[in-house]
């Protein structure tokens, strides 16, 4: 019987790597081809998604990335310089444009507690280039806007409140004070691929990024880990900065579905942060930020028909000293379109 029982067992086994009930390491990834087509995404960052309005009350983006093709003269002179430092891979370049707002615990006073997060708001445009080399993807990014009254956050949020009833934020006269800022990102994810199962693939995404200028600097870490189909079309969905930020494209390599769930964890060392800090050259309402910030996500993505949808919860620990409430809660969604 002992003997009959180990006869098919073995007879199972080919039967059982075929149905891939075995787990099995997959190849390395490689290059992604030519892809013809551009993206465009939107991304909405909100705290409304866990019943809050605080802190990080809400993020909107819009961006732009093209096919890989050449790039526009400016662009071919920046990424000849950055040749050392992005590495090979397929070549693409971006532009978005976004708005934040920020807004301290208790938005009914019309004088704002001084030891509460000043209220701001932040209208910016980004630049950027991009190299997927299938094992990583590598992102440079030059960031300009406006923080202060210009950036319409006041405007924005008020009007929003009125057209869904709820109430008004009432001490945006206290805001920070109109400043032209800047900063630059450099940002790299790596692909490790782990086991595949089930038909199903599973990797882990470690990622760096290094930030500096007058909107922050900081150092970050962090890592996702997804499961699902499809997972080398991208790097995770696109997220508004500071995030741990995925690829605001994909690109199917194995056909027009896929799926994916995660979760990631990032830290990030903060040198200066000007919602936080306050302006840098006029006298505002700032508090002392955290040097140590760290951010826990949990999602899913799906990828269908060129149209690739995401949602992701945030839990992102005190930003500053004072802080009351612990962890702030808040959601992110975003759709992107390959035309």
Known sequence: MRYRLA???????????????????????????????????????????????RYYSNGLQLSWTSASADLPSPLAWLNRQLDPVMGPGQLRWGAAIGQSIYTPEDTERRNPDPRDRPYAGFLYGTISLARDAGTSFTLF?????????????????????????DGRSRGWDYQLKDEFVFGAVMSRTWRVPLVRFLGMETELLPSATLAAGTITSLAGAGAVLRIGQGLEADYGPARIRPALAGSSFFQPRSGD????????????AIANDIFLDGNTWRESRRVDHRPFVGDLQVGAAIMWGGVRFAYTQVWRSEEFYGQRGGAQQFGSVSVTFRF
């Open 7 to 53: 006869a098919i067992a073995m007879a199972l086994m080919p039967v059982m790597a075929e149905a891939q009930i075995v787990p099995t390491i997959p190849s390395a990834p490689t290059p992604p081809p030519p892809d013809l087509r551009a993206t465009l995404s939107l991304s909405i960052e909100n705290d409304v998604f866990t019943g809050t309005d």
């Open 141 to 165: 990014e030059l960031q300009a806007g406006l923080v202060g009254p210009s950036a319409l956050g006041e405007q924005v949020q008020n009007n929003f409140h009125d057209l869904i009833g």
């Open 257 to 268: 579905f896929g799926w994916y769930v995660f979760g990631g964890v990032e830290g990030r």
